[in-house]
Nanobody
Framework: QVQLVESGGGLVQAGDSLRLSCAAS????????MAWFRQGPGKERGLIAR????????YHADSVKGRFTISRDNAKNMVYLQMNNLKPEDTAVYYC????????????WGQGTQVTVSS
């Protein structure tokens, strides 16, 4: 089992950058696929980035590709989301999530961190 705690959200202006962090507990962190989801006002929660247990083959949704980068540090049990050139439409609650590599269900979720981008 793993517990996830996000941090790094806040209020920024369009064009600014933020880095979200997700701290994971547990000794088997490097067995999990990690991901970032977000849920904007009036929208469903959706996947925006994913990274394999070893840190390879990162996936980024088209809406954030070229601006956001997911990374992880297995030695520190951390996952990051570097967000550059933020836009008002990036305003959302951002969630860190984990799943076993052999599963397609994200079983573990953080509490979320709010990102608000003003124009």
């Amino acid at each position: 089992q793993v517990q996830l705690v996000e941090s790094g959200g806040g209020l920024v202006q369009a064009g600014d950058s933020l880095r979200l962090s997700c701290a994971a507990s547990g000794r088997t962190f490097n067995n999990y696929v990690m991901a970032w989801f977000r849920q904007g006002p009036g929208k469903e929660r959706g996947l925006i980035a994913r990274i394999t247990s070893s840190g390879g083959n990162p996936y980024h949704a088209d809406s954030v590709k070229g601006r956001f980068t997911i990374s992880r540090d297995n030695a520190k049990n951390m996952v990051y989301l570097q967000m550059n050139n933020l836009k008002p439409e990036d305003t959302a609650v951002y969630y860190c999530a984990a799943r076993w590599a052999v599963s397609d269900q994200y079983a573990y979720w953080g509490q979320g961190t709010q990102v608000t981008v003003s124009s």
